[in-house]
């Protein structure tokens, strides 16, 4: 059995969303690996959860080499008795509307956001199946639940993640593993920053609440959906999105 000191594997733990949702895993009292590919910013991770008070794991991976993903995620089951939470945050956008999207701009936002999700799932529900517990949480989007113009290949990627997550849900039910989705909206991280301002603007017009979130509302969220709390909840997408999607 696990104890609830549980290991807690975060993908694209370096900044932004990630970064959060490492605090707040620490927060509850569970040991916490980040994977990212950027090394520069791990390290500033690390300088961050050392501030907190607290320490972390971190690998520098690119989690499309599904052999160095793979062998990292088994070496850190072997490590801390299984993997109990898993959170699939690593994810990239390459925008370009339907009849300018190249091959390679699909391929490669399909390959990190969805295929790596999808072999970290593998990987980590052994030894879930193994612990009988387990907690998988994905990082999906509105634009995956609504469409978006210009992100075909971020919204395919983010509605698969759906309904990969709703399988998983139900093949790994009985074994007290539970997998959902977190799809936020508009949040304060460097990917909006990026935003023209009439786009941030007219964003704001769609959303009931009127302003961005930030990158503790989806943490917050996705510490519960880790939490002994939310063990009755499978299968699900919540919404981060200040009511846009409703
Ligand atoms: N920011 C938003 O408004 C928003 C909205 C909806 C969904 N999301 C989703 O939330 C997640 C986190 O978003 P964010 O805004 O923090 O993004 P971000 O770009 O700030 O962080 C993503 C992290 O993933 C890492 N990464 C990218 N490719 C990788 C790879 N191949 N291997 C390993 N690591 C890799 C990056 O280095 C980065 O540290 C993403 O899945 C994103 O699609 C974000």
Redesign the pocket.
Known sequence: MMSDKRLAVV??A?????RAVVLALLKQGRIVAG????AE?LKELEEVVKQAGFSCETYC????DTDALTEILESLAAKHEGIGILVN????TRDKLLLQMSNEDFDKVID??LR?AFIAMRVAARSMVRNKFGRIIS?S??AGVMGNAGQSNYAASKAGLIGLTKTVARELARKNITANCVA????V????DKLPDVVKEAAKQIIPLRRFGS?DDVANAVAFLASDEAGYITGQVLCIDGGMAM
């Open positions: 993908t694209g370096a900044r932004g969303i990630g994977l990212d590919i950027n910013q991976v690119d989690i499309t945050n690593a994810g990239i990190v956001n790596a990082l989007s509105v936020p909206g508009f949040i991280t460097e990917m909006t990158v």
